[in-house]
Protein backbone atom coordinates (compact mmCIF):
# COMPACT_ATOMS: atom_id res chain seq x y z
CA UNK A 1 0.00 0.00 0.00
CA UNK A 2 1.23 2.96 -1.05
CA UNK A 3 1.29 6.26 1.83
CA UNK A 4 2.67 9.39 2.57
CA UNK A 5 2.86 10.71 5.70
CA UNK A 6 3.14 14.19 7.34
CA UNK A 7 4.50 15.14 10.32
CA UNK A 8 5.78 18.96 11.69
CA UNK A 9 2.69 20.82 11.90
CA UNK A 10 1.90 22.51 15.07
CA UNK A 11 1.26 26.15 16.50
CA UNK A 12 3.48 28.60 16.32
CA UNK A 13 3.63 32.55 16.48
CA UNK A 14 4.06 35.18 13.62
CA UNK A 15 7.25 35.42 12.71
CA UNK A 16 8.30 31.73 14.07
CA UNK A 17 9.59 28.51 11.81
CA UNK A 18 8.25 25.27 11.31
CA UNK A 19 9.40 21.94 9.00
CA UNK A 20 7.25 20.01 7.84
CA UNK A 21 8.53 16.38 6.55
CA UNK A 22 6.94 13.99 4.66
CA UNK A 23 7.78 10.12 4.36
CA UNK A 24 6.78 7.49 1.63
CA UNK A 25 6.30 4.01 1.11
CA UNK A 26 5.15 1.35 -0.65
CA UNK A 27 7.23 3.03 -4.00
CA UNK A 28 9.95 4.95 -4.43
CA UNK A 29 9.16 8.22 -5.55
CA UNK A 30 12.69 9.19 -6.87
CA UNK A 31 11.94 10.10 -10.22
CA UNK A 32 8.55 11.72 -9.41
CA UNK A 33 7.46 15.21 -8.07
CA UNK A 34 6.33 15.74 -5.02
CA UNK A 35 5.46 19.12 -3.22
CA UNK A 36 2.82 20.27 -0.89
CA UNK A 37 -0.80 21.85 -1.18
CA UNK A 38 -2.78 23.49 1.81
CA UNK A 39 -6.19 24.22 2.42
CA UNK A 40 -7.52 26.72 4.90
CA UNK A 41 -10.88 26.38 6.72
CA UNK A 42 -13.66 27.70 3.91
CA UNK A 43 -11.48 27.60 1.15
CA UNK A 44 -9.65 25.42 -1.44
CA UNK A 45 -7.20 23.15 -1.64
CA UNK A 46 -4.17 25.46 -3.03
CA UNK A 47 -0.87 24.76 -4.58
CA UNK A 48 2.28 25.71 -2.24
CA UNK A 49 5.55 24.46 -3.60
CA UNK A 50 6.65 20.98 -5.58
CA UNK A 51 10.17 19.89 -6.86
CA UNK A 52 11.39 17.86 -9.65
CA UNK A 53 12.35 14.12 -8.95
CA UNK A 54 16.39 15.43 -8.90
CA UNK A 55 15.40 18.36 -6.72
CA UNK A 56 17.03 20.55 -9.49
CA UNK A 57 13.41 22.15 -10.59
CA UNK A 58 11.41 23.89 -7.65
CA UNK A 59 8.17 26.03 -8.11
CA UNK A 60 6.25 28.22 -5.53
CA UNK A 61 3.66 30.30 -5.54
CA UNK A 62 3.91 33.78 -5.05
CA UNK A 63 2.81 34.38 -1.53
CA UNK A 64 5.43 31.81 -0.01
CA UNK A 65 8.75 32.56 -2.04
CA UNK A 66 11.71 33.71 -0.22
CA UNK A 67 9.99 32.28 3.17
CA UNK A 68 9.18 29.09 2.41
CA UNK A 69 11.86 26.04 1.15
CA UNK A 70 11.04 22.47 -0.53
CA UNK A 71 13.76 19.61 -0.66
CA UNK A 72 14.21 16.27 -1.08
CA UNK A 73 16.25 13.17 0.05
CA UNK A 74 15.46 10.69 -2.06
CA UNK A 75 17.87 8.33 -0.08
CA UNK A 76 14.83 8.40 2.30
CA UNK A 77 12.30 8.67 0.35
CA UNK A 78 11.26 12.28 2.11
CA UNK A 79 10.66 15.90 1.18
CA UNK A 80 10.18 19.23 3.43
CA UNK A 81 9.26 22.32 3.68
CA UNK A 82 10.65 24.73 5.91
CA UNK A 83 8.91 27.49 6.74
CA UNK A 84 10.21 31.05 7.61
CA UNK A 85 8.42 33.98 8.61
CA UNK A 86 5.24 32.69 9.19
CA UNK A 87 2.31 34.48 9.06
CA UNK A 88 -1.16 34.22 10.24
CA UNK A 89 -2.37 33.26 6.66
CA UNK A 90 -0.46 30.33 6.37
CA UNK A 91 -2.54 28.76 8.52
CA UNK A 92 -4.46 25.70 7.64
CA UNK A 93 -3.92 22.25 6.76
CA UNK A 94 -1.13 21.13 4.79
CA UNK A 95 -1.08 18.41 2.15
CA UNK A 96 1.80 16.20 1.08
CA UNK A 97 1.16 14.99 -2.56
CA UNK A 98 3.15 12.46 -5.26
CA UNK A 99 2.94 12.28 -8.75
CA UNK A 100 2.28 8.87 -10.45
CA UNK A 101 3.95 10.37 -13.77
CA UNK A 102 8.15 10.72 -14.03
CA UNK A 103 8.72 14.53 -13.74
CA UNK A 104 12.60 13.97 -12.47
CA UNK A 105 14.21 16.94 -14.59
CA UNK A 106 11.21 18.74 -15.61
CA UNK A 107 9.18 21.50 -13.64
CA UNK A 108 6.50 19.88 -11.25
CA UNK A 109 2.89 20.00 -11.88
CA UNK A 110 0.78 22.70 -9.80
CA UNK A 111 -2.51 21.68 -10.64
CA UNK A 112 -3.90 19.19 -8.01
CA UNK A 113 -5.26 16.80 -10.37
CA UNK A 114 -1.89 15.96 -11.60
CA UNK A 115 -1.09 14.64 -8.23
CA UNK A 116 -1.68 10.92 -7.36
CA UNK A 117 -0.99 10.65 -4.01
CA UNK A 118 -1.89 12.71 -0.98
CA UNK A 119 -1.06 12.23 2.42
CA UNK A 120 -3.72 12.86 5.38
CA UNK A 121 -2.45 16.63 5.97
CA UNK A 122 -0.61 18.23 9.45
CA UNK A 123 -2.44 21.56 10.73
CA UNK A 124 -0.06 24.42 11.08
CA UNK A 125 -1.67 27.08 13.09
CA UNK A 126 0.29 30.68 13.13
CA UNK A 127 -1.07 33.44 15.70
CA UNK A 128 -0.72 36.77 15.75
Known amino acids: QVQLVESGGGLVQAGGSLRLSCVGS????????MGWFRQAPGKVREFVAA????????VYIDSVKGRFTISRDNAKNTVYLQMNSLKPEDTAVYYC?????????????????????WGQGTQVTVSS
Open 97 to 117: TATHVTYYHTNPPVGWSDYAY
Open 26 to 33: GRTFMSNA
Open 51 to 58: LSGSGGNT
